[in-house]
């Protein structure tokens, strides 16, 4: 092996385990956050959610900050996860890349409701012209439109999965068993997303049989690429090394 490929290859190394630190970040924030929504939000009941909202401050602050962090990091991951595969499919790569970066847009624009609905309940100087059970009604509006824009990104990060999945499969930079697992989640997500808008009363058993994939593939692929990196085929390198 040249120098010159030694030190790409070492690149590609470095970037694949920076990867994986970020997946498993994305990943446990991505359990967080949500957890505490569901946790917090009470259906058809304004007043009560906004009582739990009240009681617990810190909490929903807490998952308003890890929804911040999620949509930073997804970003960055775009771009990672493009240089590292470049190389098993461009035009794959950056259709990849590009409907990570759509979810992360669609969450982060639908961010703002949720720290609009944290400012109607614990602000309310924010807007005082209002009575409080206005407040809470705006507030859990917020939230529900949050929850729904929520849904609409998985469609984007479902289809992110599988194709990413698929440049897995293809490149074998991983055991390929991730690469079929990640497109099956893919799947799931985007099958999940879809169902919680337009089928009534969906939910339970099927979501956790469509979404069981993602826990399995992602947290798989984010501590293999995080303790081993990547296989390297000689040669194959990301583009993007310097």
């Known amino acids: 092996m040249s120098a010159s ?6 690149w590609t190394q470095r970037l694949a385990r920076t990867t994986g630190l970020l997946y498993l970040v994305v990943f446990v924030l991505g359990m967080f956050a949500p957890i505490v929504l569901e946790r917090l939000l009470v259906p ?35 771009a990672t996860f493009y240089l590292i595969l470049e190389p098993a499919g461009r035009a794959l790569s950056l259709v990849t ?28 100087e924010h807007a005082a012209h209002l009575a409080a059970v206005e407040r809470q009604a705006m507030a859990f509006s917020a939230l529900e439109t949050f929850s729904a ?26 055991p390929r068993v991730l690469g079929v697992v990640l497109a099956a989640a893919g799947v799931g997500y985007v099958v999940h997303g879809l169902a ?4 009534a009363g969906y939910g339970g058993a099927a979501t956790a049989v ?28 990301s583009a993007g090394a310097t």
């Open 44 to 78: 058809g009941d304004p007043a009560g959610t906004a009582g739990n909202v009240l009681a617990s401050p810190g909490l929903f602050g807490s998952s308003l900050v890890s929804w911040v962090v999620i949509v930073a990091v997804d970003v960055a991951m775009a």
């Open 149 to 174: 824009g929520f849904l609409l990104a998985l469609v984007f990060f479902g289809a992110h999965l599988a194709s990413l999945g698929v440049l897995l499969y293809r490149s074998r930079y991983v």
């Open 196 to 199: 919680s808008f337009f089928l």
């Open 210 to 237: 469509l979404l069981a994939p993602a826990v399995i593939g992602e947290l798989g692929l984010a501590l293999w690429m995080l303790v081993k990196g990547v296989r390297i085929t000689p040669g194959v390198v």
């Open 5 to 10: 490929a030694y030190r790409d290859e070492r």
């Open 97 to 124: 890349a590009a409907f990570r970066f759509v979810y992360a847009a669609i969450l982060g624009t639908f961010l703002l409701d949720l720290f609009d609905a944290f400012l109607l309940l614990t602000r309310p």
